[in-house]
């Protein structure tokens, strides 16, 4: 089974081709016009996912060496993400579909984000713990099946990735700001300052981290680099917060859960620093974490799904329309 995934969730255009579970390519091409307004501009982004779709997909097709007419399905974003941006996607999927009379499957983006991991591990097992840490979201799920997924904790105000994001523009980093800090708080010492861990009360698996902006922006107000102090230590400490949040609400779930295996899904799992810690925090664990390129926005775990769920009749009708705050249950 052929199907062509696509993903215009956020700011990325996407497209990828899926081969009986196998991804014969993912093309993704990042929007840089955003770097100019330090974030997505909704409205931009429609218009360049108007402007991109149509060459992202062709490159897609032409490099696996696929024919349109030998695509079996369609598997698209529904949601969550801007609305504009999931109506090109959604449209053009319909208008694909209808032309070449094949299925075409609505895909939440989450759930893509989740099943990014069985492409880095076909064998992976049930049940799992799975922090999904992404620009909109920060969740910690326990998953015993495909469907079958329960809410353990999620942030009560900003996101991981929205804390990256916002730090770098308190910074004067650029858009994404996950990258940026990341690169600039490499070589920095990351105890030279403290900043604060929200970590609720004592069992509690939800996330804040506010209050860690807030902080940093009191913190940038006096700050004057000297020679015992630099930027960069000052990046790494606040990039490092972030991250021992994260570890300690994981180390907790899969306490809680008695779980063995634990999974990384969404943008934020590419941050090196947080992999390496979860490693040392959860030594006897199975942690997986997914390709680079599979972490943030793409279109091989929108086909990749759409295939599984077509195949595995859980795809339910034709007649569906974009969901910009689409839950995962
Ligand atoms: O999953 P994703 O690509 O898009 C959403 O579904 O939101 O996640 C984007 C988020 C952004 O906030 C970005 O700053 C963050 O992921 N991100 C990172 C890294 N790469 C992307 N955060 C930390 N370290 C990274 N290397
Ligand atoms: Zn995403």
Redesign the pocket.
């Given at each position: 089974m052929i199907t062509l995934g696509i993903e215009t969730?956020?700011d990325?255009t996407a497209a990828a081709i899926c081969k009986d579970g196998n991804i014969l390519t993912n093309i993704v091409s990042q929007q840089i016009i955003h770097k100019n307004f330090g974030g997505v501009v909704p409205e931009i982004a429609s218009r360049e996912h108007e402007i991109l779709l149509n060459k992202v997909v062709h490159t897609s097709l032409r490099e696996a060496k696929i024919q349109l007419n030998q695509i079996d399905a369609i598997a698209v974003t529904q949601g969550p993400?801007l609305t504009g941006a999931l109506l090109t996607g959604v449209s053009f999927a319909k208008g694909l579909g209808l032309g070449l009379g094949v299925p075409v499957i609505p895909v939440n983006?989450?759930e893509g984000?989740i099943f990014a991991n069985f492409l880095a591990e076909p064998a992976l097992e049930y049940p799992f713990v799975c922090l999904l840490?992404?620009?909109?979201?920060t969740q910690l799920w326990y998953i015993e099946g495909m469907e079958q997924y329960s809410l353990l904790g999620e942030t009560r105000d900003d996101?991981?990735?929205?804390a990256?994001?916002k730090g770098?523009r308190i910074f004067g980093l650029g858009?994404?700001?996950?990258?940026?800090?990341?690169r600039k708080a490499h070589g920095g010492d990351s105890t030279k300052y403290h900043f604060p861990r929200i970590l609720l009360s004592k069992d509690s698996l939800d996330f804040s981290f506010s209050g860690l902006k807030t902080s940093l922006l009191y913190f940038m107000d006096d700050f004057t680099e000297t020679k015992s102090i630099s930027l960069s230590d000052i990046i790494a400490s606040y990039?490092q917060a972030i991250v021992d949040t994260l570890v300690e609400k994981t180390r907790r779930a899969m306490d809680q859960t008695g779980a063995k295996r634990c999974i990384i899904a969404?943008?934020?799992a590419?941050?090196?620093?947080?992999r390496d810690r979860l490693n040392v925090i959860l030594p006897d664990k199975d942690m997986l974490f997914p390709d680079?390129s599979l972490?943030?926005?793409n279109a091989a775990m929108i086909s990749y799904l759409g295939q599984l769920k077509y195949q595995s009749n859980f795809f339910k009708k034709l007649d569906f329309s974009v969901i910009p705050n689409l839950k995962l249950v």
């Open positions: 969730s956020c990325e993400g983006h989450l984000h840490v992404s620009g909109g979201h996101a991981a990735g929205e990256f994001d770098a858009y994404p700001g996950g990258p940026a800090i990341e990039q969404g943008g934020v590419a941050n090196q620093c947080l680079f972490c943030t926005d």
